[in-house]
Structure formats: structure tokens, C-alpha cells
């Protein structure tokens, strides 16, 4: 899951559950509630051993980079 689709879909959820209030409740109240309950979620899915697609591609891209100066190592 990229970052931009779980800060939606965090973004979503707090609508949801906030529908009956959101008439009373400016957008950006939204947001910043998001922007500070959006880390803490990342935490807990990280915690379960799930990660976010970009950190996922960075892991991969060293991976990728560690195995090819091996492979050059070996080698020489």
C-alpha cells in the first residue's frame, strides 16, 4: 500500500466514523487529526510486519545492490 492510499484510506475511515459531525467539523480539523494519528497507525501495521510500499522498494533496491558487489567480490 502506498503512503498516498493509506493516508486516504485513514482519511476515509475518520470520515466515516465522523459523518454525523463533519457538517460541524471543518475539513481541515480532518487533516490535522490524520497527520497526527497517521504515524501511530503506521507504528501498529509495522508492528504486525507489514510495511509500506516505498520502504518495501528502498529494502529491495539495497538488497538488490548489496547482492551485485558480492556478486563483483566473488569475482575478483
Same mark, same amino acid.
Request: aromatic share 4%; hydrophobic share 30%.
Given at each position: 500500500?502506498?503512503?498516498?492510499? =493509506?493516508?486516504?484510506?485513514?482519511?476515509?475511515? @475518520?470520515?466515516?466514523?465522523? /459523518?454525523?459531525?463533519?457538517? $460541524?467539523?471543518?475539513?481541515?480539523?480532518?487533516?490535522? @487529526?490524520?497527520?497526527?494519528?497517521?504515524?501511530? @497507525?503506521?507504528? =501498529?501495521?509495522?508492528?504486525?510486519?507489514?510495511?509500506?510500499?516505498? /520502504?518495501?522498494?528502498? =529494502?529491495?533496491?539495497?538488497?538488490?545492490?548489496?547482492?551485485?558487489?558480492?556478486?563483483? $567480490?566473488?569475482?575478483?
Amino acid at each position: 500500500m502506498s503512503d498516498k492510499d =493509506l493516508s486516504e484510506a485513514i482519511k476515509s475511515i @475518520i470520515e466515516k466514523e465522523l /459523518k454525523s459531525f463533519s457538517k $460541524l467539523i471543518p475539513k481541515d480539523i480532518i487533516s490535522n @487529526i490524520e497527520e497526527k494519528i497517521s504515524p501511530e @497507525i503506521e507504528n =501498529l501495521i509495522e508492528q504486525s510486519g507489514y510495511i509500506k510500499k516505498s /520502504k518495501y522498494k528502498n =529494502l529491495e533496491r539495497i538488497i538488490n545492490d548489496l547482492e551485485d558487489r558480492l556478486s563483483e $567480490l566473488e569475482k575478483d
